[in-house]
T-cell receptor, first 115, second 115 residues
Framework: NAGVTQTPKFRVLKTGQSMTLLCAQD?????MYWYRQDPGMGLRLIHY???????AKGEVPDGYNVSRLKKQNFLLGLESAAPSQTSVYFC??????????????FGPGTRLLVL | AQSVTQPDIHITVSEGASLELRCNYS??????LFWYVQSPGQGLQLLLK??????LVQGIKGFEAEFKRSQSSFNLRKPSVHWSDAAEYFC?????????????FGPGTSLSVIP
């Protein structure tokens, strides 16, 4: 049981390049989330998914796209990377929306540097 | 507006000393409250959470937190800090009967432990 895994762990991009971050969970969770973490700002929600084939915008969705083609995977895409997207990206998952009584599990993070 | 503040950006304590990390929130109703810990290079791990009932909540790793409605606070405490407690700590709040997309994270408090 690996929990939540993220690929890659670290990446350097040039401005304008594209990339996809992969999140995978093996806990059969319905809900998955993508956050970014910036110094002094805590975690901010980018996009989330309430189930296979669904996606929704979070607090800071601009410049990102997501897809949830399989229940266990949640992909975060950057079509044209900008320096402002330099950040640490965390994926998380939880069993259902009924609640916050369900624990949310986080991946180890992907550190992205955009030059 | 809903918000979470952690007044201390960085705290340094000696090993064996007691610890208190502050968290204040602004919320329209009684919220769900969480404390997470993030060790270097790791994702967030849930320490404890408060939903209702006893306002003193016990968590993992010897941590506890007290919900004080009158002060809109949810401070985290530990009686004796270990060197392995050095990490970033995040307070988070969310509404009752909601999902994690509605949870707001504080900016974090970085804890250093002097041997």
């Amino acid at each position: 049981n690996a929990g939540v895994t993220q690929t890659p762990k670290f990446r350097v991009l040039k401005t304008g390049q594209s990339m996809t971050l992969l999140c995978a969970q093996d806990m059969n969770h319905e809900y998955m989330y993508w956050y970014r973490q910036d110094p002094g700002m805590g975690l901010r929600l980018i996009h989330y998914s309430v189930g296979e084939g669904t996606t929704a915008k979070g607090e800071v969705p601009d410049g990102y796209n997501v897809s949830r083609l399989k229940k266990q995977n949640f992909l975060l895409g950057l079509e044209s990377a900008a320096p402002s997207q330099t950040s640490v990206y965390f994926c998380a998952s939880s069993y259902s929306a009924t609640g916050l009584q369900e624990t949310q599990y986080f991946g180890p993070g992907t550190r992205l540097l955009v030059l | 507006a809903q918000s979470v503040t952690q007044p201390d950006i960085h705290i340094t304590v000696s090993e064996g000393a007691s610890l208190e990390l502050r968290c204040n929130y602004s919320y329209g109703a009684t919220p769900y409250l969480f404390w997470y810990v993030q060790s270097p290079g790791q994702g967030l791990q849930l320490l404890l959470k408060y939903f209702s009932g006893d306002t003193l909540v016990q968590g993992i790793k010897g941590f506890e937190a007290e919900f004080k409605r009158s002060q809109s606070s949810f401070n985290l405490r530990k009686p004796s800090v270990h060197w392995s407690d050095a990490a970033e700590y995040f307070c988070a709040v969310g509404p009752m009967k909601a999902s994690y997309d509605k949870v707001i994270f504080g900016p974090g408090t970085s804890l250093s432990v002097i041997p």
